[in-house]
């Protein structure tokens, strides 16, 4: 899951500078972290929640082909949620993610010239 939360800040600051590669990049990187899980970790019960995350996975993905700032916004709140949403669902209510404040990397540009 930390690698999901990663591809998660990464995938915000993507957004709010219009870097739609890095955005298409990231969200597709947190759909692999994803089925992975569901792969490798089937054993565990939580991994049968997982499917909820795709509404707002897709939701993102088209808003990023649109290359639409305010969409992105918007479903980038939804699958935030939708992640609290899991984690409560599977006990783990604990583990609260928010919209990203600081870029998780200071050697990363996100910002296009």
């Given at each position: 899951m930390g690698s999901i939360q990663i591809h998660h800040e990464k995938l915000w600051f993507a957004g709010q500078n219009k870097n739609w590669k890095l955005a298409d990049f990231e969200i597709h990187e947190m759909?692999?972290?994803l089925d992975d899980l569901k792969d490798y970790c089937s054993d565990r019960p939580e991994t049968?929640?997982?499917?909820?995350?795709?509404a707002p996975v897709n939701s993102l993905k088209k808003a990023i082909e649109?290359?639409?700032?305010?969409?992105f916004a918007k479903?980038?709140?939804?699958?935030?949620n939708t992640c609290n949403s899991c984690h409560i669902a599977t006990n783990h209510e604990f583990n609260i993610i928010k919209i990203p404040t600081t870029p998780p990397f200071s050697n990363q540009e996100f910002k296009l010239e």
């Open positions: 759909e692999e972290a049968k929640s997982i499917t909820m995350i795709y649109q290359k639409d700032p305010t969409t479903g980038f709140v939804d699958l935030t």
